[in-house]
């Protein structure tokens, strides 16, 4: 028997929000909970049925995809977003630029951005 473990992908791309629905030993039983899951998400979760194993004990685990019920955005299977790896990448580069003295140039940022959109702050304790 080769275990089929069930993973949800938020909007089907492996790095955003995931996390294991279960593991099943047939197939069958694995694609019905894909199913149920993805429905109950209410289509924002890809779900993804892989069986894998252990070929011996000096071999790594193996997965391969063998199931994919799609979330709303219609991915064929579960993929990396190019578009979150950007905005991770944005988001570290501004705190890298912010290293020095971060915590007062990043209220500085924050005050021009709140100024530009006219929003009120509220002062940190």
């Known amino acids: 028997m080769i275990p089929h473990s069930v993973i949800a992908y ?14 099943y030993p047939d197939f069958e039983t694995a694609k019905d909970a894909a199913d149920a899951e993805c429905e109950y998400r209410g ?7 892989f069986v894998g194993g252990r070929a011996g004990d000096h071999e790594p685990a193996t997965h391969e995809l063998v199931y994919h019920a799609s979330s709303m955005a219609g991915e064929k299977r579960s993929e990396t977003s190019p578009v979150i790896d950007m905005e991770r990448l944005i988001g570290s580069r501004v705190l890298r630029m912010h290293s020095d ?5 990043i209220e500085e940022y924050a005050a021009k951005l709140a100024s530009f959109y006219k929003i009120e702050r509220v002062a940190r304790p």
Do not use: I
């Open 43 to 49: 289509g924002k979760y890809g779900v993804s049925v």
């Open 101 to 105: 003295d971060s915590y007062e140039k």
């Open 10 to 23: 938020r909007w089907g791309t492996t790095n955003d929000h995931s996390y294991p629905v279960g593991a």
